[in-house]
């Protein structure tokens, strides 16, 4: 099992930045890749950014440039550092964790909300 704390939402102005976090305890040597989705208020969830063990990365088109994705392994953290945030990046942020080596991810955060205001 893993489990997955999410901080770091909150309320921002458009052009402001915001760092979210990750925290992730249990089984954690097992986890293959995080990512971060998010879903906005009457649409589907969609995938945002994700980071491999290795430390590969990979980004939705809609925030490449925009925003960046780490981890620090020795804190089991993983990070979601937004930038030049729009209106339309208000959503609520999801963590996920894959321990499935690839096929899907299997644990998700509570998430936390973020506010884009124009």
């Known amino acids: 099992q893993v489990q997955l704390v999410e901080s770091g939402g909150g309320l921002v102005q458009a052009g402001g930045s915001l760092r979210l976090s990750c925290v992730a305890s249990g089984r954690t040597f097992s986890i293959y890749r995080m990512g971060w989705f998010r879903q906005a208020p009457g649409k589907e969830r969609e995938f945002v950014a994700a980071i491999w063990s290795g430390g590969s990365t990979y980004y939705a088109e809609s925030v490449k440039g925009r925003f960046t994705i780490s981890r620090d392994n020795a804190k089991n953290t993983a990070y979601l550092q937004m930038n030049s945030l729009k209106p339309e990046d208000t959503a609520v942020y999801y963590c996920?964790?894959?321990?499935?080596?690839?096929?899907?991810?299997?644990?998700w955060g509570q998430g936390t909300q973020v506010t884009v205001s124009s």
């Open positions: 996920a964790a894959d321990t499935t080596n690839g096929r899907r991810y299997d644990y």
